[in-house]
């Protein structure tokens, strides 16, 4: 996929997300938003702005598995291999939640939501981070995800902290979403 990289402004929402704010970004399909995943605040400020329930979970982005390393211990290699077979793409993995996530991340659940993006501008927003972060369509539950920017500050406006400026990918669905104990696909892709 080649989509131009403002680097000035994944830096610019790199920062925001370090800060607790609430960030925007372009993904493999939709705009998503972000937060830190350790920043109980601002992964509440986050479900607010979805009017989203903790109960559903949310998933967690990286530019690699290294960076989802501490999500993934003490995983066997034969599940490490089934994971890196379908990443950097559109596959999200319902992962055993090894206690590293808190329940503002798993929601009501016992495994935690991961996936290795192959959106090159994402790619960067983790780098830049430098870790994971919380993804979650840019839209109020119930409504379309955001597939612009205007979109997103129409839902949004000075609600979020960053935009990072950027087209999403040439997907039209959503990530799918698979579980690594059942191999049950709970949304396809």
Known sequence: MTVPVDLSGVERAARAAKAGGVIAYPTEAVWGLGVDPDNESAIRRLLELKSRPRAKGLILI??????????LAPLAQSDRDQLLNTWPGPVTWLV????????WVTGDFDTVALRVTDHPLAQALCLAFGGPLISTSANPQGLEPARTSVQVQHYFG??????????????????????LQTGRIHRPG
């Open 96 to 103: 055993p939640n090894n206690g590293h996530a808190s329940h």
């Open 62 to 71: 990286a530019a690699s598995a290294a960076q989802l390393e501490p999500w």
């Open 158 to 179: 000075d609600q979020i902290q960053a935009l990072a400026p950027g087209q999403v990918g040439a997907r039209t669905q959503p990530s799918e979403i698979r579980d």
